[in-house]
């Protein structure tokens, strides 16, 4: 099993950087040089998915978290997050989450305004865990990322991956000083927590083939909101949800949606640590006029 996922990893970093495209059984198998009955098979036993309802599914929750972030019609969601039609993305949408689309916005928003009026940023009973910095707007270079994933509760992340993730580039004579990073590609809330996608990674001077649990991908570069977390890694939790409201009101721009992306500054990356200095990115773009 382990080597089935292994296998797919490649296709995986694919169909999150391509889910506006056409990621059809016949499209995915050419892309990963298999058969399509092959593919939906290895693909099920691996992912416990088949790749229609992965994909639908990483759609539909792109298009729930831009349904928060974004004031775009439901049309243009939909179309950007790679459905053909209007009615396809209501049905669609409304067998995942119970709701019509602009019924959920309305749900979620009114979610998110009851839960600021009740955890004010600023609550000064008790002295807080971690400090966040301003959020500024700053523009991060395109990157190559050696990774390992992991997929469940962010919580439950393993320290291990990024050991691994050192010998390889031990192994490998890779130049330090390393530069780690870690990718959280989905909404806790949105995704179900066994579903959730976070990938450990280290900056890599460029692109190279898979090597077992090792892979490749590349994360665009543009601008970012990037705030400053210091404190243990257990809080970054709740430094989210203290920056995403300064997110959906920073002027000039918009929320694009995820990944986030965490950039530690150590050079080891260590759970136990409780002074960890941390940036916290998430792409924005220049909100239209």
Not at 202 to 212: N, S
Request: aromatic letters at 10%; one cysteine or more.
């Amino acid at each position: 099993m382990t080597r089935d996922w292994e296998t797919l990893l490649p296709l995986l970093v694919h169909i999150q950087a391509h889910l506006e495209e056409d990621l059809g059984l016949e499209a995915l198998s050419r892309k990963a040089g298999l058969s399509p009955f092959y593919l939906q098979r290895l693909f099920k036993a691996a992912i416990g998915e088949t790749p229609k309802a992965y994909t639908s599914r990483l759609r539909l929750e792109r298009g729930a978290f831009r349904l928060l972030v974004h004031d775009s019609n439901v049309l243009d969601i939909a179309l950007e997050c790679g459905f053909q039609s209007h009615e396809s993305f209501l049905r669609a949408f409304r067998r995942r989450f119970g709701r019509l689309p602009s019924d959920y916005r309305e749900w979620v928003r009114g979610q998110l305004t009851a839960r600021e009026e009740s955890s004010p940023e600023d609550c000064s009973e008790a002295a807080p865990a971690f400090e966040i910095s301003k959020t500024r707007v700053i523009p991060l270079r395109p990157a190559h990322l050696a990774f390992r994933r992991h997929v469940g509760p962010y919580e439950s992340v393993p320290e291990s991956l990024f050991e691994e993730l050192e010998e390889w580039a031990a192994r490998r004579g890779l130049p330090g000083p390393p530069v780690w990073m870690g990718i959280g590609h989905d909404a806790p809330g949105t995704t179900p927590a066994e579903q959730l996608r976070f990938d450990a990674a280290l900056v890599v001077p460029g692109p190279f083939a898979p090597e077992g649990r090792i892979a490749y991908q590349l994360l665009p570069g543009g601008p970012f909101a990037v705030t400053t977390h210091v404190g243990p890694y257990d809080t970054l939790p709740a430094a989210y949800a203290a920056i995403f409201p300064r997110l959906l009101a920073l002027p000039g721009y918009q929320l694009v949606g995820l990944p986030a992306v965490e950039i530690y500054h150590t050079t080891r990356v260590n759970v136990r640590y409780r002074l960890n200095h941390t940036d916290l990115c998430l792409p924005v773009s220049p909100r239209r006029a």
